[in-house]
């Protein structure tokens, strides 16, 4: 039977603390803000939430963060979820060592594989010119492009690195394929050429639109369950994929970008999964164009992975309830000073993941669902602990097998639509 605990009191030791991480979070440093020189809005369309270059460790996916690139381009396919006439398109060097030479960069519209549909190549300029440098750091805009775009088009951005990059900011798991070439391929319709792979994005942060009327954004924060660990790879059907799907369905036109960080922390920084969800969420949600909702399922892995050793990317303290409840205090609290709407996730089911899984986790995971349920502090919440949990008796602290995609904590495609569906119903 799942133990319930009372409302847990904060403790103004604790709410200090994490009140300050969130207020000296560090910004990147932009070239522009968020509204165009003609005073036109711009909404995020698609997103991708940035971390440190991982060096290769034997459990990490292969990528080519660490060593970056020389004389190569790095083709990336991206779906857009909202509409526009023109495009623009955020690069980061937020955690790189060196500034960032980008040669040439180029968008058009994605074709099969690394190929892009001819006649549809534009330019990417910025200030006028071919490439840019992006200082350590900081992040660049390109200038506006015309170019109509539909939600749910796949677009293909193309990057040209003449000189040596050093290791690049990066978001690993991609579940989309990304491709590789030597020398400048920028306008290269064909991808004969792209013959290396990678399922990870790099140095892009966001592709933004303007120019057709969008309700704004909706950003899901999380961890690898938001990423769409779980979920089968080259389909799209995160979570956050398919809740895009379903409001654009319902005549929505409210787009939904996934700031998801596989193996990310709320309340600890790792060197392979990212900042904090306290230092990040500012950058990765409240700063995404257009933002006006925040959908958080965050903490699974403070508990789970608390007190155990380190495997490389940094230990974890084991956590209370009340530490979690009040880093997401802190969150609502950075949201509602700049306007944006907050809904909270429960917890989802963990029993099945023996790595994470001991009765007492469990209170701890009970006890900030409790809260979640009943404090009233979320503008709204989705009760995803009991869209997934097993319905068999003695069953609920486990995941539905239905949902399971085998590990017994990240759901299958079928789990994601079932949190889709919740989500959509509690949006406002």
Not at 133 to 154: F, K, N, Q, T
Not at 261 to 275: E, K, T, V, Y
Not at 310 to 329: F, K, N, Y
Not at 358 to 371: G, Q
Request: proline share 6%; aromatic share 6%; net charge positive.
């Amino acid at each position: 039977m799942r133990l319930r605990h009372r409302r847990v009191r904060s403790s103004a030791l604790v709410s200090a603390a994490v009140m300050a991480t969130v207020a000296m979070a560090p910004a990147p440093v932009m070239a522009d803000r968020n509204r165009g020189a003609d005073g036109g809005s711009w909404t995020s369309a698609w997103g991708a939430a940035l971390h440190h270059p991982v060096p290769p460790l034997p459990w990490t996916w292969p990528g080519w963060s660490w060593d970056g690139f020389t004389d190569q381009s790095v083709r990336q396919v991206v779906r857009v979820g909202a509409a526009g006439a023109q495009l623009r398109i955020r690069f980061s060097n937020r955690y790189g060592k060196q500034p960032l030479h980008l040669a040439r960069a180029t968008v058009a519209r994605a074709g099969e594989g690394a190929a892009v549909r001819p006649g549809s190549v534009r330019e990417l300029r910025f200030g006028e010119r071919d490439g840019a440098v992006v200082a350590i750091g900081a992040e660049r805009y390109s200038d506006p492009v015309r170019m109509r775009v539909r939600p749910g088009e796949r677009l293909t951005v193309t990057l040209y690195f003449a000189a040596a990059t050093g290791p690049v900011t990066f978001h690993e798991l991609g579940l989309t394929t990304a491709y590789r070439a030597a020398g400048d391929r920028t306008h290269h319709t064909s991808g004969d050429a792209f013959g290396e792979t990678s399922g990870s994005h790099y140095l892009l942060s966001d592709v933004e639109v303007r120019g057709v009327r969008n309700e704004g954004g909706v950003v899901a924060f999380g961890d690898s369950i938001t990423d769409g660990y779980g979920s089968t790879p080259g389909t799209d059907r995160r979570y956050p994929d398919r809740l895009g799907e379903r409001l654009l369905a319902d005549g929505r036109r409210l787009n939904v970008v996934n700031s998801g960080i596989s193996g990310n922390a709320l309340l600890a920084d790792s060197p392979c999964f990212g900042d904090k969800g306290l230092t990040r969420f500012r950058h990765d949600v409240l700063d995404r164009a257009g933002a006006r909702t925040a959908v958080v399922l965050m903490g699974i892995n403070d508990i789970g992975r608390g007190g155990l050793p380190d495997s490389g990317c940094g230990g974890l303290p084991a956590v209370s309830a009340e530490q979690l409840i009040e880093g997401h205090r802190a969150l609502i609290r950075a949201a509602h000073r700049r306007g944006v709407t907050v809904v909270g996730a429960t917890l989802t089911p963990f029993k099945g993941y023996a790595a994470y899984y001991t009765p007492r986790k469990e209170e701890v995971r009970d006890a900030v669902n409790d809260w979640i349920r009943t404090s009233g502090e979320f503008d709204a919440v989705v009760d995803l602990d009991r869209v997934l949990a097993d319905p068999r008796p003695g069953r609920g602290d486990e995941m539905a097998p239905a949902y399971d995609s085998g590990d017994g904590l990240h759901p299958s495609d079928a789990g994601m639509a079932a949190m889709a569906a919740a989500v959509g119903e509690h949006l406002p």
